[in-house]
């Protein structure tokens, strides 16, 4: 059957009583307005509104396959975690164990105070400072002013980071004094705040 685009003039002609004597034209074009206008309405009565749930939910499933990689990526590699872990742990404790506790550190002034004058420093000052709580330690600053040449500046911070125990040098400044020169520094030491399982690595 053809599609006589002619008949669709009589749109304007038809008795709505009479649907089933209407030419297969119009009847054509009818039903897919009909059809339009009940997906439009569909889509907005039923569909438009559960967008946004769909879309919060496409964004889930986006995190959860992620996070079901991550942990199948851990659950394969388990065994190598495993060993890294047991090595993490044997190198915490002889960092632990470089850490200075609360009866050694005067013993650190002494330290610094040797490989000063060792090097042919002269010291100017030589104090602790205050103490600066971290979440794992304590942060403990020392305030050194010396004086002396370059060559001794040098040796004496190589000799300050060779003590067994763990010393950082900061904020250096170099100025000239009479016939020396005078460096100041700030160098920190840490204490661990040591739990009980902590305290036993230390052993």
Do not use: C
Request: hydrophobic letters at 40%; zero cysteines; aromatic letters at 10%.
């Amino acid at each position: 059957m053809q599609f006589d685009v002619k008949k669709l003039k009589e749109l304007n002609e038809l008795d709505f009583d009479q649907i089933a004597a209407w030419p297969f034209e119009v009847k054509t074009v009818v039903a897919l307005f009909v059809a339009i206008i009940a997906l439009i309405g569909g889509y907005y009565t039923l569909v438009k509104d559960k967008l946004p749930l769909l879309e919060k939910v496409q964004l889930q499933e986006v995190d959860l396959k992620a996070s079901y990689q991550g942990k199948y990526n851990i659950a394969v590699n388990l065994p190598a975690y495993q060993e890294q872990l047991k090595r993490l742990e044997k190198d915490f404790s002889s960092m632990l164990k470089s850490l200075p506790t609360s009866n050694e550190t005067p013993g650190l002034l002494d330290d610094i105070t040797f490989v000063g004058t060792s090097a042919g420093l002269t010291f100017k000052l030589l104090n602790w400072q205050k103490e600066v709580p971290k979440e794992f330690y304590t942060e403990l600053p020392i305030q050194i002013e010396v004086t002396g040449n370059y060559h001794a500046f040098g040796k004496f911070v190589s000799d300050i980071a060779a003590l067994p125990r763990i010393v950082t040098v900061h904020d250096f400044e170099v100025s000239q004094e009479l016939s020396n020169l005078k460096l100041k520094l700030a160098a920190k030491t840490y204490r661990a705040e040591l739990t009980e399982s902590r305290a036993d690595a230390r052993k």
